[in-house]
């Protein structure tokens, strides 16, 4: 069983920027593939970026150059660093993490980019 706590969310103005964190806590020996999705208002959720055991990160095509994933093995810790952010930005921000074939997910924690 793997249980992942986000944090760092919360209200920003346009082109500032966050630090999410998400970490991984239960019984388990060592967590594959880590990864952050979010859901707008009225949207389906979408993948944002993901990254391996390996430390190879991918970002979709809308955070690229703006998002960072990264992910600190000895502390179970993923983090998604946020930079130049925009309105449509807003969402839950959910981290997922893969463990024997089985996906976990956080409970999410809420960006909101408003002036």
């Known amino acids: 069983q793997v249980q992942l706590v986000e944090s760092g969310g919360g209200l920003v103005q346009p082109g500032g920027s966050l630090r999410l964190s998400c970490a991984a806590s239960?019984?388990?020996?060592?967590?594959?593939?880590m990864g952050w999705y979010r859901q707008a208002p009225g949207k389906q959720r979408e993948w944002v970026a993901s990254?391996?055991?390996?430390?190879?990160?991918n970002y979709a095509d809308s955070v690229k150059g703006r998002f960072t994933i990264s992910r600190d093995s000895a502390k179970n810790t993923v983090y998604l660093q946020i930079n130049s952010l925009k309105p449509e930005d807003t969402g839950v921000y959910y981290c997922?993490?893969?463990?024997?074939?089985?996906?976990?997910w956080g409970q999410g924690t809420q960006v909101t980019v408003s002036s």
């Open positions: 239960g019984s388990f020996s060592s967590i594959d593939a």
């Open positions: 990254i391996t055991s390996a430390g190879s990160g």
């Open positions: 997922n993490a893969d463990y024997r074939h089985i996906t976990y």
